[in-house]
């Protein structure tokens, strides 16, 4: 496996800095350490970072040691903003790599769906890959068939040109928005696994919210590639469709026919924008996210039915609560997620995937933790949405 700059054992540095230790015990923190936190956040992402580019999901976790488009994405939007530009375009050259070699995999997908065939999940591209950049042998043990990282990752590259134009990478990787853009356009229909890697027979409004992102903003980085500009009608299709049998009471649901939320439909508004954030469906949407997938404490369940170990608060959806709010004009409920995640690092700084203050179904938790371990720390998503939301409030830039 390609080496990351650090070892999973040696985490990095900077964990008996005085602000994390000395501010934990309190409910809010101060400034000073809310910025240490950021600073050390930084600092996981630019570990957990291989020389080639790849992003790793979590070192300590053995079943995370590979590269998610999804998680990538965002630990490089993270990066981005906070000062790291070289990073993250090292991360899409990375992904422009790896597409490079599943080429003929997409292709292959493609010629058959458009004859006509079934095509099996295994057929379509990986959710996840190795950090060299291919397929992990064993495909099938995975729950590979997600669309969202996709649009995801486009999304994220047009927002690292926007911040930092540089005319030689948007060439570069136009093959692999290109090729990314074809899939999405040709299969957004399909049932696949949702953001969490689950109910494979679903179509889920979160997923095509990140397709839409992606297939909207290559289209304005690439105004005059033909393929860009078919994905984007094939967008406004997708958001038709989501309109006609993706609502009910006025708000998004977590799969079609399905009533109940996803604390991932917060994507739709922010960032993916298939809906405006301030808009009737998006706030009818949120208020149902804050009403019934916000724990006592403050912090993000993913969805009520949750199980995976035992079905804890995550600090990625908090801090993407958050996020949202700093685009709804909320500041304070944005500022009450940063201290409620900041306050869940661990007193060295790791952020962990979720926490288990008020578990949803406890009976889980120990059936999980025997078959993997203990919850995955630190996940360099959840560092990276700690980050997003820390410089929606207080300015991107060098920290
Ligand atoms: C989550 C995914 C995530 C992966 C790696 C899974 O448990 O459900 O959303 O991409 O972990 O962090």
């Given at each position: 496996?390609?080496?990351?700059?650090?070892?999973?054992?040696?985490?990095?540095?900077?964990?008996?800095?005085?602000?994390?230790?000395?501010?934990?015990?309190?409910?809010?923190?101060?400034?000073?350490?809310?910025?240490?936190?950021?600073?050390?956040?930084?600092?996981?992402?630019?570990?957990?970072?291989?020389?080639?580019?790849?992003?790793?999901?979590?070192?300590?976790?053995?079943?995370?040691?590979?590269?998610?488009?999804?998680?990538?994405?965002?630990?490089?939007?993270?990066?981005?903003?906070?000062?790291?530009?070289?990073?993250?375009?090292?991360?899409?050259?990375?992904?422009?790599?790896?597409?490079?070699?599943?080429?003929?995999?997409?292709?292959?997908?493609?010629?058959?769906?458009?004859?006509?065939?079934?095509?099996?999940?295994?057929?379509?591209?990986?959710?996840?890959?190795?950090?060299?950049?291919?397929?992990?042998?064993?495909?099938?043990?995975?729950?590979?068939?997600?669309?969202?990282?996709?649009?995801?990752?486009?999304?994220?590259?047009?927002?690292?040109?926007?911040?930092?134009?540089?005319?030689?990478?948007?060439?570069?990787?136009?093959?692999?928005?290109?090729?990314?853009?074809?899939?999405?356009?040709?299969?957004?229909?399909?049932?696949?696994?949702?953001?969490?890697?689950?109910?494979?027979?679903?179509?889920?409004?979160?997923?095509?919210?990140?397709?839409?992102?992606?297939?909207?903003?290559?289209?304005?980085?690439?105004?005059?590639?033909?393929?860009?500009?078919?994905?984007?009608?094939q967008a406004s299709t997708l958001r038709r469709f989501v309109k006609a049998h993706g609502l009910e009471s006025g708000?998004?649901?977590?799969?079609?026919?399905?009533?109940?939320?996803?604390?991932?439909?917060?994507?739709?508004?922010?960032?993916?924008?298939?809906?405006?954030?301030?808009?009737?469906?998006?706030?009818?949407?949120?208020?149902?996210?804050?009403?019934?997938?916000?724990?006592?404490?403050?912090?993000?369940?993913?969805?009520?039915?949750?199980?995976?170990?035992?079905?804890?608060?995550?600090?990625?959806?908090?801090?993407?609560?958050?996020?949202?709010?700093?685009?709804?004009?909320?500041?304070?409920?944005?500022?009450?997620?940063?201290?409620?995640?900041?306050?869940?690092?661990?007193?060295?700084?790791?952020?962990?995937?979720?926490?288990?203050?008020?578990l949803l179904a406890s009976e889980h938790q120990k059936p999980w933790e025997e078959k993997w371990g203990l919850a995955?720390?630190?996940?360099?998503?959840?560092?990276?949405?700690?980050?997003?939301?820390?410089?929606?409030?207080?300015?991107?830039?060098?920290?």
């Open positions: 496996m390609t080496d990351l700059l650090i070892s999973p054992q040696q985490q990095p540095g900077r964990p008996d800095g005085p602000s994390l230790a000395a501010n934990r015990a309190g409910d809010r923190l101060d400034r000073a350490a809310l910025r240490e936190l950021a600073y050390h956040s930084r600092e996981v992402l630019k570990l957990g970072q291989a020389e080639n580019g790849a992003l790793i999901a979590c070192p300590n976790f053995p079943v995370y040691r590979y590269c998610w488009l999804r998680d990538g994405s965002f630990c490089a939007h993270a990066l981005d903003r906070t000062g790291q530009p070289g990073q993250a375009a090292a991360f899409f050259r990375w992904i422009g790599r790896t597409l490079a070699g599943q080429e003929g995999k997409v292709r292959s997908a493609l010629d058959r769906h458009a004859a006509g065939e079934t095509l099996a999940a295994t057929d379509f591209l990986n959710t996840r890959y190795t950090l060299e950049g291919s397929e992990e042998s064993g495909n099938d043990d995975w729950w590979n068939f997600q669309l969202d990282g996709y649009g995801t990752w486009l999304w994220a590259f047009a927002e690292h040109l926007r911040r930092f134009p540089d005319e030689k990478l948007r060439e570069e990787l136009l093959p692999a928005v290109e090729l990314t853009g074809r899939y999405l356009a040709a299969f957004w229909r399909l049932p696949n696994y949702d953001c969490w890697e689950e109910n494979l027979e679903d179509i889920h409004p979160a997923t095509l919210a990140a397709i839409y992102g992606g297939l909207t903003a290559a289209a304005r980085l690439y105004p005059a590639s033909e393929v860009c500009q078919q994905g984007k009608k708000s998004l649901v977590k799969s079609l026919g399905r009533l109940d939320v996803d604390a991932s439909l917060l994507g739709a508004g922010v960032p993916y924008g298939l809906f405006p954030p301030r808009g009737k469906t998006m706030l009818t949407t949120l208020d149902r996210i804050a009403n019934e997938l916000v724990a006592p404490d403050g912090g993000v369940y993913r969805y009520r039915q949750d199980v995976y170990f035992g079905g804890g608060e995550w600090l990625l959806l908090t801090a993407w609560l958050g996020w949202y709010y700093t685009q709804a004009g909320q500041r304070k409920k944005a500022l009450d997620c940063l201290h409620w995640v900041a306050r869940q690092a661990r007193p060295n700084g790791e952020m962990p995937e979720q926490v288990a203050h008020h995955a720390s630190p996940l360099l998503w959840s560092h990276a949405m700690y980050l997003i939301l820390y410089t929606a409030l207080f300015g991107e830039g060098y920290l």
